[in-house]
């Protein structure tokens, strides 16, 4: 709910008959905000581009702003597969940059978060090399693949190809 310093304790006292009074003592803290969320290391894609894709919103119209940290994950998660879709299968998240700013008018803490990325190079489809195959022939098994060759490498497709020639031997009774 974006009380991200939010804090639980409690309190264990022996009852009667062995039985243990748990008191628990929460302090919900104050509502943590994004207020802004930048990049730097970004040349291919826009800002805006890049913003599209992350989880986490900046507090706006219509939109609360709240911060997550497990949210905060998965959205570096979400650029670095932005990228590997792209042919960018060395892009990383170098790091992230989180600021807080306690607003004394509405009572919360403002975060101003910026993630460093570096994009690498992008790749092209050089094609895939089939080895120990009896069972199906290669060319049964090349027709799985989801790219072609010169084609700008996406990740996705590529691991789309190869999950279904497992499944290929899978449901042929191969595990």
Known sequence: ???SDSTVTYKASA???GEVDVTFYIDEGYDTVVKKISNVG???FSER???SKLSLKEAGFLKDGAFQTSTLEQDKISIVD??????YIDA???DTKIE???NEEKKQNDLFITFYIQEGAQYTYG???IVGNEVFSTSELEKCEKLSIGSVFNDVKFQEGIMEIASLYMNNGYM
């Open 42 to 44: 970004n040349t291919l």
């Open 82 to 87: 932005y990228y590997k879709e792209r042919g």
């Open 49 to 51: 581009m890049i913003k």
């Open 127 to 129: 094609g895939l090399t």
């Open 100 to 102: 807080a700013v306690f």
């Open 1 to 3: 709910k974006g009380c």
């Open 92 to 94: 990383v998240v170098l």
């Open 15 to 17: 009852a009667n008959d």
